[in-house]
């Protein structure tokens, strides 16, 4: 279809254009030939008109016989290929040809018979008259005056008859050319046609994605250097999708390794890319279809909004999860193109700003009750309220246990705040576990006999641990202190069980915490009496969560079958000097 359609073209255009060429041709010659031809006999005629200008003045001055003159003029007026016309001083005809017509000649000569009369040499072509081309000759004497006129004129028929052979021929000759070049216009129609075709071959390849098709490249011609230009386009396509493929896969990478969803949506509101955290945020699998989760269609309800050109922000609960959806729009040009929405996972955020305003409360509140109980005890004895000594004793006893109790919130909140910190280094040696137990419970026994409590140590071999000794001992004192403090009457065990390099180490003691509170307990200030109204500050647990998790070692709660285990690790190894 390509060979037929634009070979075919190009062969119609070059005989048309040779055709038009042979009609503008003779139509230009059959226009203004006719002046061409007339001036080319005037040329010939003039010559032929001065002689005889030159006999008909010696016959009119006497110098030549009549009947020389006709011998000179020729017979029948017919040898200078024309007719010819004699007239006096007087303007009378006395020489013409007799066996012609010709009235039509005389009509056109007595226009300019005057002019040529009076000294002027006169030409007028076949376009300006119907007689044909006209020579006019003054006849001058020998002294220098104008004693008659010659005149030549060409038969019209006669120019009609050569320019409708010269014509003819001229058509002749263009149709012969036009069909001798239909042979060379297809040859070099072909040869044209070819290198466009092959051309036409390698850009449908590139449309395909084959970017190793390659165009004729010899020769110097047009065509050979569009051939280069399309190889160039080639291997420049070539190189700019692999770095756009390059780029997108990278960018592919990149969306989704982040953390945040991120979904793309055009001007329709139809999703074009997303990500896989936006899926799974919005708690969906790999399989699902985003837009069928109930919490999409709850974040996309402002689309249309935000297609307007708003830009929309809010929350969301998913499951368990805050998430916080922000929606922009995409403008180009002041046009909407569409909007990206940015879903991020602010469960942790939200509860960090929970738990530090719970601090601020928390902290408020524990301080508050020892310095309200020193405030209203100082008051009391600042009134004088308090009369006897013995009052006074117990009141500034009172005041005595209160500022301790402040002194050792402050401690903690201080201890706590280092830990936290990260900033302190804990020197580790290999100590005794078994007597820094028996150590701690000696001082404890009494306190837990008090709550009913039987201090047990069911460790059974030695065990050495590599651990830093004051920080040991505070752990332990802290979940001995703990277990007093909260648990039942029964059986307060210690035990040890070693796996692999890491000594397990339990302190249990009858009791009960909530499902809903046992990930809470390392928290600080968290008390499962709400009303904080038990004992302690609610710091101790977070600080033994702080200085194993420095010393690199794990603690864990467990509650069931009415017992309270905390199991915290200590190594049993010394690691390896890098």
Not at 381 to 396: I, P, S
Request: proline letters at 2%; hydrophobic letters at 40%; glycine letters at 8%.
């Amino acid at each position: 279809m390509f060979k037929d359609t634009i070979l075919r073209r190009i062969v119609v255009i070059i005989l048309l254009s040779v055709l038009l060429s042979a009609v503008l041709t003779t139509a230009a010659f059959y226009y203004s030939g006719g002046r061409v031809f007339s001036g080319i006999k005037a040329k010939e005629l003039r010559p032929r008109a001065e002689y005889l200008a030159n006999i008909t003045a010696e016959y009119l001055q006497g110098l030549i016989t009549k009947e020389s003159y006709e011998r000179s003029i020729g017979r029948g007026f017919k040898v200078w290929d024309a007719s010819m016309y004699a007239y006096d001083a007087c303007g009378d005809l006395f020489a013409y040809p007799a066996s012609e017509d010709s009235t039509v000649n005389k009509d056109a000569i007595s226009g300019l018979l005057q002019n040529v009369l009076k000294g002027e040499s006169v030409y007028s072509p076949s376009t300006k008259n119907h007689a044909g081309v006209l020579i006019g000759e003054p006849v001058v004497s020998r002294f220098g005056n104008v004693i008659g006129a010659v005149f030549l004129v060409k038969p019209l028929n006669e120019l009609n008859a050569a320019m409708g052979s010269l014509i003819y021929a001229l058509v002749i000759s263009m149709i012969a050319s036009s069909l001798i070049m239909i042979l060379p216009a297809y040859l070099g129609s072909r040869s044209i046609v070819r290198p466009i075709r092959q051309m036409n071959v390698t850009a449908n390849a590139m449309a395909g994605g084959n970017f190793t098709a390659k165009a004729e490249e010899e020769g110097t011609d047009e065509l050979v250097q569009l051939g280069r230009s399309l190889n160039h386009l080639s291997a420049a396509l070539s190189a700019t999708i692999s770095d756009l493929t390059l780029e997108k896969n990278r960018l592919h990478a990149v969306i989704n390794g982040i953390g945040e969803g991120i979904i793309a949506i055009d001007a329709e509101g139809k999703i074009i890319k997303t990500n896989s955290a936006a899926l799974r945020l919005l708690g969906g699998s790999y399989a699902d279809d985003i837009t069928t989760l109930p919490a999409y269609r709850q974040a996309a309800e402002d689309i249309g909004c935000v297609l307007g050109g708003e830009t929309v922000s809010k929350e969301l609960k998913v499951r368990d999860r805050i998430l916080r959806v922000a929606i922009t729009p995409l403008t180009d040009g002041g046009r909407g193109e569409g909007a990206v929405m940015l879903i991020r996972d602010i469960t942790e955020a939200s509860r960090l700003e929970q738990t530090r305003t719970e601090y601020v409360a928390n902290v408020s509140h524990e301080l508050r009750t020892p310095i309200a109980s020193i405030r209203g005890l100082a008051d009391a004895l600042n009134d004088g309220l308090v009369k006897k000594d013995e009052d006074k004793a117990r009141y500034y006893g009172y005041i005595l246990r209160e500022s301790m109790r402040l002194s050792r919130l402050i401690d903690d909140l201080l201890e706590l705040s280092r830990l936290q910190s990260g900033t302190i280094a804990f020197k580790k040696q290999f100590i005794s576990i078994n007597e820094l137990i028996e150590d701690v419970t000696d001082r404890y026994v009494s306190a837990a006999r008090e709550k009913g409590l039987n201090v047990e140590i069911d460790i059974g071999e030695p065990y050495k641990v590599y651990t830093n000794p004051d920080r040991a001992e505070q752990v332990l004192v802290a979940l001995t202190d703990n277990a007093i403090k909260y648990g039942y009457s029964g059986t307060l065990r210690f035990s040890a069980e070693k796996k692999g390099d890491s000594l397990y180490i339990s302190v249990s003691n009858p009791g009960s915490i909530a499902d809903e509170d046992i990930d809470h307990v390392f928290e600080r200030f968290y008390k499962a009496d709400k009303s904080h109204a038990g004992q302690g500050t609610g710091l101790g647990l977070s600080i033994v969560y702080e200085v194993l998790d420095l010393l690199g070692e794990r603690i864990w709660v467990k509650s069931e079958n009415g017992t309270v285990t905390f199991t915290f690790t200590l190594s049993t190894v010394r690691p390896d000097k890098i």
